[in-house]
């Protein structure tokens, strides 16, 4: 066993405070890391506050974790002591089905293993995330964080990049193509950087208008301040596709609207509210309504490496483990441009 410092919520509602995690003994395949950064996720926020479905407390979240192997199990052949590794949203799967067989593990029939607030592949053991000075996992399911990245930086790509990237390479984003990203925070910003460098024409469309500017330098080549898309009546039938980012709800129809015929509104941002949209909105135009989740590892590894190779990371506010409750605060409120990420030296001074 090894003993990691972590900040956990004990039970819903509560605030989080330290705790510690007893991480299991390396297995064959295992991996201990020392967490360096851990990004912090708008879900991060949701689950330790028992908004969303079953929730497993005491819960330690964070699933955006790059650090270093400490320690490695006897049959690790992947990885080496001293490198400099990630670890995302999901830790394990069932490895058998046809999804896990494709390299799609997130879609796992059995479902797969989340960082946090899931159960181990025993169906008894919790599983507790990156906010903790050290994690164990199975080589399979680490990522190599290539040198040109900024670790700190780069935490916030094993979550918000990959939930980018995913849809972006699935419809084939590129030259020729007209995306919009729906929102500009932190999964919109990164999006926007990587359908760039894809090569696609980028617009962000947001209800924010001092965000123009940001948008601008992040990458788009256009901004659009709306939150009544009926009414842009010079938006209709502008977008091949559009990444749906935001948790509040839009009026999907109209947002729909937007798309040229074939066009796809992908969904990424959960609202905690159900939305409804009119068929006729997709039939007129064989528009197609979709959702996406995270990209296999393999995919993971491919966006990683193409950031590294374009020079993309994430825009972060580093801060504290002993802050993140002030964090979550900012969070609610969207005052954060456009990710936090823990320094987890101030849990091992």
Same mark, same amino acid.
């Given at each position: 066993?090894?003993?990691?410092?972590? @900040?956990?919520?004990?039970?819903?509602?509560?605030?989080?405070?330290?705790?510690?995690?007893?991480?299991?003994?390396?297995?064959?395949?295992?991996?201990?890391?020392?967490?360096?950064?851990?990004?912090?996720?708008?879900?991060?926020?949701?689950?330790?506050?028992?908004?969303?479905?079953?929730?497993?407390?005491?819960?330690?979240?964070?699933?955006?974790?790059?650090?270093?192997?400490?320690?490695?199990?006897?049959?690790?052949?992947?990885?080496?002591?001293?490198?400099?590794?990630?670890?995302?949203?999901?830790?394990?799967?069932?490895?058998?089905?046809?999804?896990?067989?494709?390299?799609?593990?997130?879609?796992?029939?059995?479902?797969?293993?989340?960082?946090?607030?899931?159960?181990?592949?025993?169906?008894?053991?919790?599983?507790?995330?990156?906010?903790?000075?050290?994690?164990?996992?199975?080589?399979?399911?680490?990522?190599?964080?290539?040198?040109?990245?900024?670790?700190?930086?780069?935490?916030?790509?094993?979550?918000?990049?990959?939930?980018?990237?995913?849809?972006?390479?699935?419809?084939?984003?590129?030259?020729?193509?007209?995306?919009?990203?729906?929102?500009?925070?932190?999964?919109?910003?990164?999006?926007?950087?990587?359908?760039?460098?894809?090569?696609?024409?980028?617009?962000?469309?947001?209800?924010?208008?001092?965000?123009?500017?940001?948008?601008?330098?992040?990458?788009?080549?256009?901004?659009?301040?709306?939150?009544? @898309?009926?009414?842009?009546?010079?938006?209709?039938?502008? @977008?091949?596709?559009?990444?749906?980012?935001?948790?509040?709800?839009?009026?999907?129809?109209?947002?729909?609207?937007?798309?040229?015929?074939?066009?796809?509104?992908?969904?990424?941002?959960?609202?905690?509210?159900?939305?409804?949209?009119?068929?006729?909105?997709?039939?007129?135009?064989?528009?197609?309504?979709?959702?996406?989740?995270?990209?296999?590892?393999?995919?993971?590894?491919?966006?990683?490496?193409?950031?590294?190779?374009?020079?993309?990371?994430?825009?972060?506010?580093?801060?504290?483990?002993?802050?993140?409750?002030?964090?979550?605060?900012?969070?609610?409120?969207?005052?954060?441009?456009?990710?936090?990420?823990?320094?987890?030296?101030?849990?091992?001074?």
């Amino acid at each position: 066993m090894y003993l990691a410092q972590a @900040f956990a919520a004990q039970r819903r509602g509560e605030a989080l405070s330290p705790w510690q995690v007893e991480r299991r003994a390396l297995r064959p395949h295992d991996v201990l890391i020392e967490i360096d950064f851990c990004g912090v996720c708008h879900s991060d926020l949701h689950q330790a506050r028992g908004e969303w479905g079953r929730q497993l407390f005491p819960m330690v979240p964070g699933h955006e974790i790059v650090g270093r192997v400490l320690r490695a199990g006897t049959a690790v052949s992947r990885r080496r002591v001293g490198e400099r590794v990630g670890v995302g949203c999901y830790v394990d799967s069932c490895r058998r089905c046809e999804s896990c067989l494709q390299g799609l593990e997130p879609y796992c029939a059995q479902g797969m293993t989340a960082t946090y607030n899931s159960l181990e592949r025993d169906g008894l053991t919790p599983s507790y995330g990156g906010y903790a000075t050290a994690i164990v996992v199975d080589e399979a399911f680490t990522l190599a964080i290539p040198e040109a990245l900024p670790p700190d930086a780069a935490a916030p790509l094993l979550c918000a990049g990959i939930t980018m990237y995913s849809p972006l390479r699935h419809w084939k984003a590129g030259p020729g193509m007209h995306v919009a990203v729906l929102g500009l925070g932190g999964l919109g910003h990164i999006g926007v950087k990587i359908a760039r460098a894809l090569g696609a024409e980028v617009s962000v469309l947001s209800h924010s208008a001092h965000k123009e500017q940001d948008a601008l330098r992040l990458g788009a080549h256009a901004f659009h301040c709306a939150s009544d @898309f009926a009414a842009q009546t010079h938006l209709r039938g502008a @977008f091949d596709l559009i990444l749906h980012t935001v948790s509040s709800r839009v009026d999907l129809d109209a947002l729909a609207g937007l798309l040229r015929r074939d066009g796809t509104l992908v969904m990424l941002g959960i609202s905690p509210e159900p939305q409804g949209l009119r068929a006729f909105s997709l039939i007129s135009q064989r528009r197609s309504l979709a959702g996406s989740t995270l990209g296999g590892i393999a995919q993971i590894q491919e966006m990683l490496d193409f950031c590294a190779q374009h020079g993309i990371s994430c825009d972060i506010e580093r801060i504290r483990m002993q802050d993140i409750n002030e964090a979550f605060e900012r969070l609610q409120r969207g005052d954060v441009r456009y990710r936090f990420v823990i320094d987890m030296a101030s849990l091992r001074a």
